[in-house]
């Protein structure tokens, strides 16, 4: 099957009892036993599995290439589970413009218990050079947040298996309809749901989808089952309504990224544009290579510093100043005030997620705000 038929058949299932098309939502915490004690349905209890998060992780998995998927509350939940299946003393090695968020999960909550170096992964001496032998985990986020760099997957992977060192990739980006990091060898690819998986800003979520249902596949279970961060039910029946039209959104979101970077590039009041689409990209050969397409999140400096970006930022009607990504209205976001003191983000940089409003509209507010 295509992607765009995965996408609105796998997370579904018609309902034997009432004949209803849509899977519906079951908000049961609990499961009626059998006389002998057994589940013959295979549910116990909601914080275990639930038929409207088996439906979600179904999807998932397809969508991945995998064999399983994991749904989690939240990104960092997906990433924090993760990170709670290395026994203390294990070394990661993390690319040094990884997602805040998670870079600051593990100095924070990880400090006393895991090893970890934040650097160019996409150098191959600075990788192999930062490789010690409790190095367990390289985790790759590609397109990066929110310099727009690529890292080769496949790169990556050859050197992590000479080590016997595990893969997890960061895919929100990109999206299974942009790229495919099992296929290129990752072990896990890692999401925030809440973002093109949901597509619309209105819920949270994470998943894991897995290569291999292996023994750190059931550490990750565990930690789903015991740990709790669940989604709820009503969340993964949004999570698997939306993802029935993911394959669309996106060919919609990459149309508009492409002609809004190439837009920007020619600008006289813009001094740099990260897409990896434009033949300027430096890792646009790379790009081209191990995605599908390149995806609908870009950024831009503007000439000048702080100021002038904000400026910009503040003239505009159609963009939405507001962080995160994914949905179908655009937003824009001075990204280094968010990322705090310690970001290394130029000062000038405006990250945008482009939204699926008409080309025309979101260029000609743009002209008038760089005016
Ligand atoms: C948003 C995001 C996360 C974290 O996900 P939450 O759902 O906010 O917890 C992780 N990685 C990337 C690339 C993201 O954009």
């Known amino acids: 099957m295509k992607i765009e038929t995965i996408a609105i058949h796998a997370g579904n ?47 998932l998995t397809k ?28 070394h ?12 600051n999960q593990i100095k924070n909550l990880f400090a006393n218990t895991l090893e970890f170096d934040f650097v160019d992964i996409n150098d191959p001496a600075v990788l192999a050079a930062h490789i010690k032998p409790n190095t367990e985990l390289i985790w790759v986020e590609t397109p990066s947040n929110p310099l727009l760099k690529i890292t080769d997957i496949k790169a990556i992977v050859d050197t992590a298996r000479k080590y016997n060192i595990k893969v997890v990739c960061d895919n929100t980006f990109a999206t ?26 209105d819920l949270m979520g994470g998943a894991l989808i897995t290569a291999q249902k292996n023994e750190w596949w059931a550490k990750i279970r565990q930690v789903q089952e015991m740990g709790g961060a669940i989604p709820s039910p009503m969340d993964c029946y949004y999570l698997t309504r939306s993802i029935k039209t993911l394959p669309y959104r996106v060919k919609g979101h990459i149309h508009n ?4 970077a190439e837009y920007l ?6 001094e740099q544009v990260m897409y990896p689409g434009l033949l300027s990209h430096p890792q646009h050969a790379t790009a081209r290579a191990q995605m599908l397409n390149f995806g ?16 910009v930022v503040n003239k505009l009607q159609i963009f939405t100043q507001a962080t995160s990504l994914g949905g179908v209205e655009s937003l824009i976001e001075h990204r280094a005030s968010v990322e705090g003191p310690d970001t290394k983000t130029p000062h000038n940089l405006l990250r945008v997620s482009v939204g699926l409003e008409h080309i025309d509209d979101l260029i000609e507010d743009l002209t008038q705000a760089l005016d």
């Not at 299974?176 to 800003?201: N, R």
């Not at 990224?257 to 809004?260: G, S």
């Not at 609908?296 to 400026?311: I, P, Q, T």
């Open 13 to 59: 299932h018609n309902d034997e009892s009432s004949r209803a098309v849509i899977q519906p939502i079951t908000m049961s915490t609990t499961f009626v036993r059998e006389a002998d004690g057994s589940f013959p349905a295979g549910y116990i209890y909601s914080r275990s599995s639930n038929p409207n998060r088996t439906s979600l992780e179904n999807v």
């Open 63 to 90: 969508l991945e290439g995998g064999t399983d998927a994991a749904a989690f509350s939240s990104g960092n939940a997906a990433g924090m589970s993760v990170f709670q299946t290395l026994k203390p003393g294990t």
């Open 92 to 103: 990661i090695i993390g690319p040094d413009d990884m997602y805040h968020g998670l870079r």
């Open 176 to 201: 299974p309809i942009g790229q495919q990091p099992l296929a290129l060898g990752a072990d896990m690819v890692m999401h925030s749901s809440t973002k093109y998986f949901g597509g619309h800003s």
């Open 257 to 260: 990224a492409q002609l809004l």
């Open 265 to 270: 590039e020619n600008h006289p009041k813009i």
């Open 296 to 311: 609908g999140m870009l950024s831009f400096c503007v000439k000048g510093g702080s100021d002038e970006a904000r400026k």
